[in-house]
């Protein structure tokens, strides 16, 4: 009798000391690089449908209509053709939320865009007015104000045809991702240039370790479903993830990687619904991303 007192009191006490509770969930924000693809992107967003999942698109853009600049005569189908731009009002539409990656030529974006600034500013959107936003300016300005407008119209055009839900508004690309993480040289900083035109510089907590092409990365689902769950042990109020959506490999498997992630934390103890949600709309996604521009600043290094 009295060890099966004990054994009762032993298991509740293990139930109440070793299972999280936390006021709200913690938000899980998953973010996507390199997009927009209409094959590799519209995967992804079946998949985000499918679990209720509200992301972010970190999207790249060009002034070009076609930029071609590999030996191999690789064509970028980005946001700057038709098929990428109808990829971001779907985005829209179902509720995720547009931000700039990039938006000059792609040559560039592989050389780190702070460089951009060494350069002068030119009329990226094709209206024959210089777009800057300081004098003289520079090219980085130019880029960014091109990815914008870009964004807008896409915006604009989900914005036509109401949906259930909130959408994001036009005008609302507060958010900002340096493409190949790099914001800064020695001699240049790209950050005043973002919060010239308003933006905020988003890094991340955690990456998958995939890359913007299928043969890029070494993708590591299981090691990112741990340290997530490792961060909400903690307290983490919200988690910020990164992937690519450009890459085939990723949207094959994004199923499987959010299996590893939910399996992880449910393995810790942490319930969904109850302990951890995904974003679910774009007021989830805001208070997850101005969570955590509080926790980690715009200058922290990711990981």
């Given at each position: 009798m009295l060890l099966n007192w004990i054994r009762a009191w032993?298991?509740?006490?293990?139930?109440?000391?070793?299972?999280?509770?936390?006021?709200?969930?913690?938000?899980?924000?998953?973010?996507?690089?390199?997009?927009?693809?209409?094959?590799?992107?519209?995967?992804?967003?079946?998949?985000?449908?499918?679990?209720?999942?509200?992301?972010?698109?970190?999207?790249?853009?060009?002034?070009?209509?076609?930029?071609?600049n590999m030996p191999w005569r690789m064509v970028f189908t980005k946001g700057e053709t038709e098929a990428g731009l109808q990829t971001m009002v779907q985005e829209v539409r179902q509720g995720h939320l547009l931000a700039c990656h990039w938006g000059g030529t792609y040559i560039a974006q592989s050389r780190y865009h702070p460089k951009r600034m060494s350069k002068p500013a030119y009329d990226a959107t094709g209206d024959g007015v210089i777009d800057r936003v300081s004098l003289p300016g520079n090219a980085l300005e130019s880029d960014l104000i091109q990815c914008q407008q870009r964004l807008n119209q896409a915006i604009t055009i989900a914005q036509a045809d109401p949906v259930d839900g909130p959408l994001q508004h036009p005008d609302e690309l507060e958010y900002i991702r340096p493409p190949i993480w790099k914001y800064k040289t020695r001699k240049f900083d790209a950050r005043p240039v973002y919060e010239s035109l308003g933006m905020k510089m988003i890094l991340t907590d955690y990456k998958l370790g995939d890359g913007g092409q299928s043969l890029q990365g070494i993708p590591m689902s299981k090691r990112m479903a741990r340290r997530t769950a490792t961060a909400i042990m903690n307290g983490q109020s919200e988690v910020v993830l990164t992937l690519h959506d450009s890459n085939a490999r990723t949207a094959r498997n994004l199923a499987k990687t959010l299996d590893a992630l939910e399996l992880a934390l449910k393995k810790k103890g942490l319930v969904q619904g109850v302990d951890w949600q995904y974003t679910r709309d774009i007021n989830a996604i805001t208070q997850a991303l101005e969570g955590f521009l509080q926790r980690k600043g715009q200058g922290e290094a990711d990981e």
């Open positions: 032993g298991l509740l006490a293990l139930v109440l000391f070793s299972t999280p509770v936390f006021a709200t969930p913690a938000n899980i924000l998953l973010t996507f690089d390199d997009g927009p693809n209409p094959v590799t992107s519209a995967i992804v967003l079946d998949e985000l449908e499918k679990r209720g999942a509200r992301a972010v698109f970190f999207v790249l853009t060009s002034p070009e209509t076609l930029f071609r």
